[in-house]
């Protein structure tokens, strides 16, 4: 087995055998990740390279948001509001190749994510 195929093996199975609060952490970091990349991409003119990335980043608030219990807490509802408004923020910042609104969504996603890990590690 090749080298790149022993990763995707490593890290497939990683994912398979992570609690639900690991998978939380890892959907938050690429989002994170992908903003942040998808940023740099729109910075340096690369469109191709920017939509791929705030492509994903989408994908992955789509997920958070359908793989949210509304009922399990009365703060659920206010999390899917935020995250539909990221959601069309980075949809228009994608449109309009705008880094600043990239940036913008980061800012708000990152205290989330470090509040998410917070509390996994509190468990």
Not at 41 to 67: M, V
Not at 77 to 87: D, H, I, M, N, R
Request: hydrophobic letters at 45%; charged letters at 25%; proline letters at 4%.
């Amino acid at each position: 087995m090749t080298a790149p195929n022993l990763r995707d093996r490593y890290l497939q199975d990683s994912i398979n055998t992570a609690s639900p609060a690991k998978l939380l952490l890892l959907l938050y970091d690429r989002l994170i990740l992908d903003m942040a990349k998808g940023e740099e991409h729109l910075l340096a003119g690369d469109r191709e390279d920017a939509n791929g990335r705030l492509t994903h980043a989408q994908e992955i608030i789509i997920e958070l948001r359908t793989s949210l219990d509304m009922e399990a807490w009365d703060g659920a509802p206010g999390l899917a509001s935020l995250y539909g408004f990221v959601l069309t923020e980075l949809i228009g910042a994608n449109i309009a190749r705008d880094p600043a609104r990239v940036a913008n969504c980061r800012t708000l996603m990152e205290p989330l994510r470090d509040a998410w890990r917070e509390a996994a590690s509190a468990t």
